[in-house]
């Protein structure tokens, strides 16, 4: 048995009033269709993955090309059935189909394979995977023959329901499994006479059952799975369980998350054991946290690694960065790309740090900004200190050593290198390299005029 799997996402998704297709926006960082996607592969290979485009066809197919899969040009989207009529030349040569929608994002391989493995047994030319949801509203209904049979008459559209039919519960999923050859011996015989003035795959139910063909249903054990986003809230429902999900299987595997529901964490997301996740945090991309670490509230940490042991004080922003175990970060410090901070380095309040290299035990605690920088181990970069890398055209290098003390407010003025042990002076404009062990000095000496002040209150008292 040959078996294709079609991806219906060419829809503008008119309900969500945004210009990006819907199948682009993203629930638990993702697009949709791309978690569509990752479910269709773990049952076919991606040649055999056939996608609907139409609406912004360019961005969606550029979004998943990474992935292999096929696509369809449905330049005019006259609706699902009119996708699956558009996707019939691609298709030839394929025994069965599985059709999926790209806005149904939950959906897991397990149960995609046990809707195809019930359609073989059924020997049906449609199985529908239905559910029964709390609420079933917006969704098409599934009536069966009779309540305990797998055989189904049609599905009807929530706008074409008899007041009889309101009270069925059981939902169309908007994923089928077909025999190719009678649905497509019958797609032609779809009408547009319907509220939408569009050709509803649903109505193929009724088509096949009229022609003599076996229609069934099977259930989805899971309603959650097969839940649509059509709305903006919808889907922030669908990106919610989705990262409470996340959020469960690092609980399981040891992680402490304080109010899980204020978090927002990806799946690609890694977490040690004993680790403790404080509200409102959010951990992103291919972000990896070591063991007994601590985040504290309202940090963002993306696509960083994190060794164990760290604690990351409140309100940090930590960007394509890593930190070595022990380290000690925030609050309020901002790690751009490129950041690496040693083991046990401390970065401290107000401190902005990118493609610079702390190394173990460097501190740089106070409003700080180092910026294309190494910093030796054992170095402290006094409060206010910072590295001049840009000269309006080009970036420039700051090599500071091991073990130097860099006094409060010193502007070190890039390129330059400042040897191991040195001293710099408060409130310096280092221009010039400085050796090992030296004191480098930037700055004018002080004047103190005794008694200026008092003669300027009483000027009087000048003569
Ligand atoms: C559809 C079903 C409904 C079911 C629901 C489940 C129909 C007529 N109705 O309704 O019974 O309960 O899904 O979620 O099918 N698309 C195309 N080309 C088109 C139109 C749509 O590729 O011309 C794609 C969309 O991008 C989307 C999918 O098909 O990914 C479903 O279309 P949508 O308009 O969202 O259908 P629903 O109204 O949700
Ligand atoms: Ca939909």
């Known amino acids: 048995m040959k078996l294709a799997i079609v991806i219906m996402a060419a829809g503008k998704g008119t309900?969500?009033?945004?210009?990006?297709?819907?199948?682009?926006?993203?629930?638990?960082?993702?697009?949709?269709l791309t978690h569509v996607i990752a479910s269709a592969s773990r049952i076919v290979p991606p040649e055999d993955i056939y996608v609907v485009v139409g609406h912004e066809a360019a961005q969606?197919?550029?979004?998943?090309?990474?992935?292999?899969?096929?696509?369809?040009?449905?330049?005019?989207?006259?609706?699902?059935?009119?996708a699956i009529q558009t996707a019939q030349e691609a298709v030839r040569g394929y025994d069965s189909l599985l059709v999926l929608s790209g806005d149904v994002p939950l959906l897991k391989p397990e149960?995609?394979?046990?809707?195809?493995?019930?359609?073989l047994g059924q020997q049906a030319a449609m199985t529908i995977l239905t559910a029964s949801p709390g609420d079933p509203t917006g969704y098409g209904r599934v009536l069966r023959k009779n309540v305990n049979?797998?055989?189904v008459t049609a599905i009807v559209e929530q706008k074409a329901l008899t007041p009889e039919q309101q009270s069925v519960r059981e939902i169309n999923s908007g994923i089928y499994a077909f025999q190719a050859a009678p649905l497509f011996a019958h797609i032609d015989e779809l009408t547009n006479n319907n509220a939408h003035g569009e050709y509803y795959l649903t109505d193929i139910a009724a088509l096949l059952v009229k022609a003599g063909d076996r229609v069934a249903a099977f259930e989805a054990a899971n309603p959650a799975e097969v839940l649509g986003a059509n709305t903006i809230a919808e889907m922030m429902e669908l990106d919610r369980v989705l990262r409470m999900e996340t959020a469960r299987n690092l609980m399981a595997n040891g992680v402490t998350i304080l109010r899980p529901e204020t978090t927002v964490i990806d799946a690609t997301v890694e977490v040690g054991a004993d680790t403790v996740i404080e509200p409102f945090v959010q951990l992103l991309g291919e972000t990896r946290i070591g063991e007994?670490?601590?985040?504290?509230?309202?940090?963002?940490?993306?696509?960083?690694?994190?060794?164990?042991?760290?604690?990351?004080?409140?309100?940090?922003v930590i960007l394509d960065s890593k930190i070595e175990t022990g380290a000690l970060i925030g609050p309020?410090?901002?790690?751009?790309?490129?950041?690496?901070?040693?083991?046990?380095?401390?970065?401290?309040?107000?401190?902005?740090?990118?493609?610079?290299?702390?190394?173990?035990?460097?501190k740089a605690n106070h409003l700080t900004y180092l910026g294309d920088a190494e910093?030796?181990?054992?170095?402290?970069v006094g409060a206010g200190v910072i590295t001049?890398?840009?000269?309006?055209?080009?970036?420039?290098?700051t090599l500071i050593g091991e073990s130097v003390f860099v006094g409060s407010d010193s502007t070190l003025v890039a390129p330059l290198t400042i040897g191991n042990g040195a001293y710099i002076a408060a409130g310096s404009c280092i221009t010039e390299d400085v050796p090992d062990d030296a004191l480098a000095l930037g700055r004018s000496r002080q004047t103190t005029k005794e008694g200026w002040a008092t003669l300027k209150r009483r000027p009087e008292e000048k003569a």
Not at 60 to 78: L, M
Not at 332 to 359: D, M, Q, W
């Open 388 to 397: 001049c890398n840009y000269d309006g055209v080009h970036k420039h290098r």
């Open 15 to 32: 309900r969500l009033k945004s210009k990006r297709s819907k199948v682009l926006h993203e629930i638990g960082g993702k697009p949709l």
């Open 332 to 362: 309020f410090s901002h790690l751009r790309p490129g950041s690496e901070i040693g083991e046990g380095a401390h970065v401290g309040n107000f401190v902005e740090t990118k493609k610079a290299k702390l190394g173990k035990g460097a």
């Open 375 to 380: 910093i030796g181990s054992g170095t402290n």
């Open 292 to 316: 007994d670490c601590r985040v504290r509230s309202y940090s963002v940490i993306e696509n960083s690694t994190i060794a164990d042991k760290v604690l990351v004080r409140q309100g940090c």
């Open 111 to 119: 149960t995609i394979a046990e809707l195809r493995d019930f359609h």
């Open 60 to 82: 969606v197919e550029n979004a998943v090309k990474d992935t292999g899969v096929k696509f369809v040009h449905q330049t005019e989207q006259r609706g699902t059935g009119h």
């Open 149 to 151: 049979s797998p055989e």
